[in-house]
């Protein structure tokens, strides 16, 4: 079986930037591929140049078996695309607006039109399926996005972070969507900065950071090396100053991070004794706020591997987004 | 089939949108008729005077109409990036610009018309070649709309592909014969007159309305054809190399 898409070598540059520096990896039919990484990490350039929209200075890039190395547009009859960005056409209504979607790939009148109504129901916009695309909400824009870019059925389907955006809700639909459109057999190459959201839907993922990849590996894989750890995060009051060094002569058989100004993470292959530990650090005057265990998950491999704290990289984007 | 279906509704789309548009529809009628109205008015002539005065009228009419709405078509969807789900289509490429083109092509030709309606009401048209006539229609909007195409292509505003195109409309209107004889052009400024498309379809328009014409009108017609088919190629050509980054 081919592979539904193949990169080798990719690599992208724009003036002094290199976006995306020779990257290859593979997803196979019906594989739910998840891209995760920061702001700027080539993401979306990755997309553009799987889908058509730009060319790699170096590497090749086959999809559905097709080389599109040298005519990058070759496989668009297989593909659909939902960007980070809604583009469709403010003066349309929602209806027109999916319909021309699908007649731009060939679909018939009748056809079109019945899966334009079948989806705006899906995604609950059949209220507003004749209100024009530029007056739809944040959300709606995106999920009418989404509608458009699964409109054709296609075989392959790019979906450059779906749920940035909109509410919890609305965002737990669509990764349900996701999910049965995965089950239906399409493949999905998914970018995202929720590691929640790659976890819970990604077969493999993929790290990206400044236009590498660091790691690629199954989700089991991937949270496997922590599984048997033992993690607790301890919330403080106050600001801490060089407490790391200190914890870690005390309780050499504690591996200890601060992260941020306030959070203190403990990780051992042991049981955690939080007692002794918190104890400790009031006495050097540390005022501790919470001290709780956490399950081990997707979230300390990206911290571990891309040295990015996730929190961080969720507030950088959601400041981003509300900036728009 | 399929490739039909795409091409005929981008070009419904861009009609609906853009062009039958209450402000599109009344600026294609008014234009060409405050230019048709200024010129049979200053010519001051008399009545005899449409008959050299209406080429020249229908050209600047299909020109202004048609460049003018490329900047719409083209640059503003490729500026909010509605352009990239017609890259994102399996559309071949010379298709898709076509369909993004035929609008402003039947557009321009429907504007030269309304100066021809105002002189049959004026003057005596009996005369008039039209088999040389609306084939030149025909010819000079494709050439002016591809014009339009090459430079909406090479800018990334509208405001710039406005801007743009005056620098090409202005000069036109004088040094492609449309008023003014080209002999009676200074020496220095011939040789741009035929670098020009418009330049032959209005030597057509002038032969077929009264005879006054300086090159055989199917050479003229092959030239514009060239023109056409050159500014399309560019066009096309920029897009690749600028569009697909
Ligand atoms: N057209 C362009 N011209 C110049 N630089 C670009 C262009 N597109 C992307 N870049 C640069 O390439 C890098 C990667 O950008 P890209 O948009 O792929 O990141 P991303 O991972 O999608 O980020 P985000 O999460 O913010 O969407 C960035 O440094 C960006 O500034
Ligand atoms: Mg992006």
Known sequence: MTDAIGVEGMRKCFAEVEAVSGISFSVRQGELFGF?????????????????????????????????????????????VVPDESNLYPELTGFENLCFCAALHGLGKVERQGRARELLDNFGLAQALNR?????SKGMKRKLTIAAGIIHKPEILFLDEPTTGIDVASARQLRQLIADLHRGGTTIFLTTHYIEEAERLCDRIAFIVSGRIVRIDTVEHLIQ?????????????????????????SFPELECKT????????????????????????????EVSEARRMRPSLEDIFVRITGIEADAMRKEKEKAGSGQ | MKLWIAFWNILVKDMRTYYLKPPNISWGLI???????????????????????????????????????????????????????????????????????????????????????MALFLADLSQVVWSAFVPAVFMIAVASTFLG?????????????????????????????????????????????????????????????????????????????????????????????????
Request: one cysteine or more; proline letters at 6%; glycine letters at 10%.
């Open chain 1, 36 to 80: 995760l990484g920061p702001n700027g990490a080539g993401k979306t350039t990755t997309i553009n140049m799987l889908t058509g929209l730009a060319r790699p200075n170096t590497g090749s890039i086959r999809i559905g078996g097709i080389d599109c190395t040298h005519r990058p547009r070759a496989a668009q009859h297989l593909i659909g």
């Open chain 1, 132 to 136: 024009k695309f530029g007056g739809y």
């Open chain 1, 225 to 249: 090396p922590i599984q048997e750890k033992h993690v607790v995060q301890i919330t403080c009051a106050n600001t801490l100053s060089d407490i790391e060094g200190n914890l870690s002569e």
């Open chain 1, 259 to 286: 992260i941020g100004q306030r959070v203190i993470r403990v990780e051992a292959d042991e049981p955690v004794r939080v007692g002794p530990l918190v104890r400790f650090l009031e006495d050097h005057g540390v």
């Open chain 2, 31 to 117: 234009f060409p008729l405050a230019w048709t109205s200024m010129f049979f008015i200053k010519s001051g002539s008399g009545l005899e005077s449409i008959l050299t005065m209406l080429p020249g009228v229908v050209a600047v009419s299909i020109l202004f109409g048609t460049t003018s709405l490329l900047a719409v078509t083209v640059t503003f969807e490729k500026k909010n990036r509605s352009f990239e789900r017609l890259l994102l289509a399996p559309i071949p490429l010379e298709v898709l610009m076509l369909a993004k083109t035929s609008g402003a092509i039947l557009f321009g030709v429907a504007n030269a018309f309304v100066p021809v309606i």
């Open chain 2, 149 to 245: 195409l090459f430079i909406a292509v090479a800018v990334s505003e509208v405001f710039e592909a406005q801007t743009f195109s005056n620098f090409f409309r202005f000069p036109m209107i004088f040094l492609c014969g449309l008023f003014f004889p080209i002999e009676k052009l200074p020496v220095l400024l011939k040789p741009l007159s035929y670098v020009l498309p418009l330049t032959y379809g209005a030597d057509v328009l002038h032969g077929a309305v009264h005879g006054g014409h300086a090159m055989p009108f199917s050479l003229d017609l092959s030239l514009l054809g060239a023109f056409c088919v050159g500014l399309f190629a560019m066009s096309l050509w920029n897009i690749k190399r600028k569009w697909i980054l």
